[in-house]
T-cell receptor, first 108, second 125 residues
């Protein structure tokens, strides 16, 4: 099973800041990585797939990078609506599909 | 517009059974793989099961293998999750989700581009 590890667990940030979230895979997954955003009481929303491709309708301030075992989600200028939990997910070697434990963005 | 809506969540006793449904609309249902993901209260996301567009290919998490069965009826645009021998650790919000892009009737990608609002299962005596 591929273990996905996200860091940090919680990030205290202010609107307008540049934010970088990390995700590490326990094995090489190429670029078979997706990022999701989840707000309280809502289903997750797909942000990025293939490590760096934005899903339809996702603002350009969200970008993804990385390959192999190290991945990054960057929010170039944090907006108030971006406070949420972010999950990475690998879809290279499965089953099982595995998610990271999530990174929570909280308002500083 | 793609819409997914789960049904069937309720309170069930340990050892009990339940069937969830996921009704889909706004796309050609039979050409997309579908997935169940669950989330225990206050916890992260856990993949449960996926099924190809044709229904011929299914996969399960070890935690549910042998107890849960995923299926679909493409004539009714509906996916199901039959759950048996439910345990306290199965309590969660269950989401159905659709692959972001089609990989044909036989493939499963598990990039989850569309999600339902979820249905809550509580397991308690």
């Amino acid at each position: 099973e591929i273990v996905m590890t996200q860091s940090p667990a919680t990030l205290s940030v202010s609107p307008g800041e540049r934010v970088t979230l990390s995700c590490r895979a326990s094995q090489n997954i190429g670029t078979y990585l997706a990022w999701y955003q989840q707000k309280p009481g809502q289903a997750p929303r797909l942000l990025i797939y293939g490590a760096s491709t934005r899903a339809t309708g996702i603002p350009a301030r969200f970008s993804g990078s990385g390959s192999g075992t190290e991945f990054t989600l960057t929010i170039s200028s944090l907006q108030s609506e971006d406070f949420a939990v972010y999950y990475c997910q690998q879809f290279n070697n499965w089953p099982p599909i595995t998610f990271g434990q999530g990174t929570r963005l909280e308002n500083k | 517009e793609v819409q997914l809506l789960e049904f069937g969540g309720t309170l069930v006793q340990p050892g009990g059974s339940l069937r969830l449904s996921c009704a889909a609309s706004g796309f050609t249902f039979g050409t997309y793989a579908m997935t169940w993901v669950r989330q225990a209260p206050g916890k992260g996301l856990e993949w449960v099961s996926s099924i190809s567009g044709s229904g011929d290919s299914t996969q399960y998490a070890d935690s549910v293998k042998g107890r849960f069965t995923v299926s679909r009826d493409n004539s009714k645009n509906t996916m199901y999750l039959e759950m048996k021998s439910l345990a306290v650790e199965d309590a969660a919000i269950y989401y159905c989700a659709r692959d972001y892009e089609t990989s044909g009737i036989g493939g499963i990608i598990v990039v989850l581009g569309y999600w339902g609002p979820g249905t809550l299962i509580t397991v308690s005596s």
